[in-house]
Every structure is written in C-alpha cells, then in structure tokens.
C-alpha cells in the first residue's frame, strides 16, 4: 500500500469522524441516547466499511499476485443501511401514547449514508448534507416550537364511586381550559370503591394543562387520583 493511498484513506476516515461528530454533539446537547460517541462510530464504520470495496484491488488483487477484481460497492452499501436499521430500533420506545427516539433514529440511519460518501471520497456532497442534518436537528427544533400545533395528552380521573362527576360536567370543566375530548372511556377500580374517566385531551396551548392541573388539585371533593400525560 503506497503513502498516497494510505493518507486518502486517513482523510475519509477523517472525514467522517468530523461529520458525525457534529451531528452527535447536537444528540447530545439535547441529552438523546444516541450521541457523540455513537455518531461518531456509525459514521467512520460506515466509511471504513467502503474503504474495503473501493480499495479492493489493494487488499485482495494486486497484493496477493493475482488480476485486479472489481466488485460492486453499492452492494456494501446496501448492507451497511440493512445493518443500521437494527441500530435505530434499537432507541425507539414507546410510552403510552407517546413514541420517543424516531429523530434520533432518522439521525443514526443519516449519519450511516453521510460515512458512506465519506468512504467514497464524495465529499462535496458530506459537507452539504452534514450542515442540512446539523440544520434539520436545531433549526427546525426551534421552528416546530415556534409553529401552532395541537398539545396532545392522555388523561385519567379517578372519583370515589359515592361522588363521581357527571360526564357532562366533567367534559364542560375540561372544555373550560380549552381542551377538546376524544376516545372517553369508563371503568371500575378497587372493586367498586373507584370510578375512572380515561380520556385523549387536545389544546392548542400547552399552558392549559397547567390550569387543568391546577382546578383537579383544588377540586378536593370525591377526587381521589388524575394524571395528565402528555403523548
């Protein structure tokens, strides 16, 4: 292996550990699972991994004495994205209503494609998709925030079965802090000693539930337990 091709190799690894390292510090910053350290090794393993193809003659033909090969990169390719799909599953979790980890699983599957360029060499494009990701991951963030969008939560009360709220004052005091009712629901507890109203709540201002909050807590009377989580 001659140096030329031992410092091109050097500077796709290199590449790659700088593009994916910035996409990691902005997981990180925002306290996801999947951060810098992980970016990073996705990122260069990707890389590392279409070094082997594009420098195949170099470690199979013409080292070993033998017809320089080709073989098709794309299929390495194709590989390495199958094989990053059970990374990013791996941080998807659902919580009730809510699915937590997709943007961080978006980012693992997009820091893979960016270490690919990167092993190819192809780096214009590494530049300009590492500072749309990096973009994607704050910008927008802040964009969504700043966007009118619905605040969405599942919410359970729960009365002492002798002095249950009716439903419909229940859906007039809800309708009060400017949450809409969907899929209601009702049930026993505790062998009849409870009764249960299960519920998705809907408001465009998520200052609201603090409200809603504040009028089950001063709501003393048959209220024996409420819960608002937000999906």
């Known amino acids: 292996m001659t140096e030329s091709i031992q410092y091109r190799i050097i500077q796709h690894l290199l590449v790659a550990l700088i593009a994916g390292g910035l996409i990691g510090l902005e997981r990180s910053y925002q306290g996801r699972p999947a951060g810098f ?6 990122c260069v393993s990707a890389s590392m991994l279409m070094l082997v193809t594009l420098y195949q003659s170099v470690w199979y033909g013409m080292e070993a004495g033998h017809a320089p090969t080709s073989t098709d990169p794309t299929r390495m390719a194709q590989g390495i994205m199958t094989g990053i799909g059970f990374l990013g599953a791996g941080v998807i979790m659902k919580d009730g209503l809510s699915v937590r980890g997709l943007t961080t699983a978006a980012s693992i599957w997009m820091t893979a494609a960016i270490g690919i360029l990167a092993g190819i060499g192809f780096y214009f494009p590494v ?7 990096v973009s994607a991951l704050s910008f927008f963030r802040w964009l969504e925030g700043v966007l009118p969008s619905y605040y969405y939560a599942q919410h359970v009360v729960r009365f002492q079965s002798g002095s249950v709220m009716e439903e419909e004052a229940l859906r007039e005091l809800i309708a009060a ?19 249960e109203y299960r519920m998705v709540i809907r408001s465009r201002d998520r200052a609201n539930a603090s409200r809603l909050v504040d009028s ?3 709501m003393r009377h048959g209220v024996i337990e409420f819960r608002i989580d937000p999906a």
């Open 127 to 133: 530049v300009v998709v590492t500072v749309l990701t």
């Open 177 to 195: 802090h400017g949450f809409s009712i969907a899929n209601l629901s009702y049930g026993m507890q505790d062998a009849g000693r409870t009764f």
């Open 216 to 218: 089950w807590r001063s």
């Open 37 to 42: 350290r992980t970016h990073v090794l996705v």
